[in-house]
């Protein structure tokens, strides 16, 4: 079956411009996560959900950053008035099963601010 | 805070020889492991967790607590094993699922 889906996966934007993130999770995955990986790096937490409840958001790391879920499926993470430090892949992972927690994880979306 | 500590950005061996790709954590609680592998244009995948102390693709890793360690071994390494490799944490007394992830070990193995 499919697996986890995001779009766009290459996204290049100005400086200052807004952007957003598109995430489609395994159906019938009730967790989803976001995750932000520099260059370099490992990814790092962002935000998760659980169904349509965002239940943490503790790696956004400004007020730049919205992400939701509206109807417990396709997340969004937003970024406004983007900056060359948003540069980064960003990955979305989702779980089927908590007892067994393996993250699947999406091609994630390349950004480039210029 | 957690951290997750790998030591090693790179690491190269000859096909045939061990491998050990190392890993260290800094949690106050109780933490589940992991060990999760990029393959050259594939996306992140899991190979393995410590509770489930299974061996996959040759690969083991053991907890220790001790040593705060969970070193991801493989007694003969294979072409195939050269990828990406990141071990990742979470509080597995806690209800949120998030994973906090090493920088990573780019291993390479040689012909």
């Known amino acids: 079956g499919a697996g986890v889906s995001q779009s766009p996966r290459y996204k290049v934007a100005k400086r200052g411009q807004d952007v957003a993130l598109r995430c489609d999770p395994i159906?019938?995955?009730?967790?989803l996560f976001w995750y932000q990986q520099a260059l370099g790096q490992g990814p790092e937490f962002l935000t998760y959900f659980q169904n349509e409840a965002q239940l943490d958001k503790s790696g956004l790391p400004s007020d730049r950053f919205f992400a939701e879920r509206p109807e417990g499926s396709v997340s969004t993470l937003k970024i406004q008035r983007t900056q060359q430090e948003d540069s980064a892949v960003y990955l979305c992972a989702s779980i089927a099963d908590h007892s067994y927690n393996e993250q699947f994880f999406g091609p994630g979306t390349r950004l480039t601010v210029l | 805070a957690q951290r997750v500590t790998q030591p090693e950005k790179l690491l190269s061996v000859f096909k045939g020889a061990p491998v050990e790709l190392k890993c260290n954590y800094s949690y106050s609680g109780s933490p589940e492991l992991f060990w999760y592998v990029q393959y050259s244009r594939q996306r992140l995948q899991l190979l393995l967790r410590?509770?489930s102390r299974e061996s996959i693709k040759g690969f083991t890793a053991d907890l220790n607590k001790g040593e705060t360690s969970f070193h991801l071994k493989k007694p003969f390494a294979q072409e195939e094993d050269s990828a990406m490799y990141y071990c990742?944490?979470?509080?597995?007394?806690?209800?949120?699922?998030?994973?906090?992830f090493g920088k990573g070990t780019l291993l390479t193995v040689n012909p």
């Open positions: 159906s019938g995955h009730v967790s």
């Open positions: 410590h509770i």
């Open positions: 990742a944490l979470r509080d597995s007394g806690g209800s949120n699922y998030k994973l906090t």
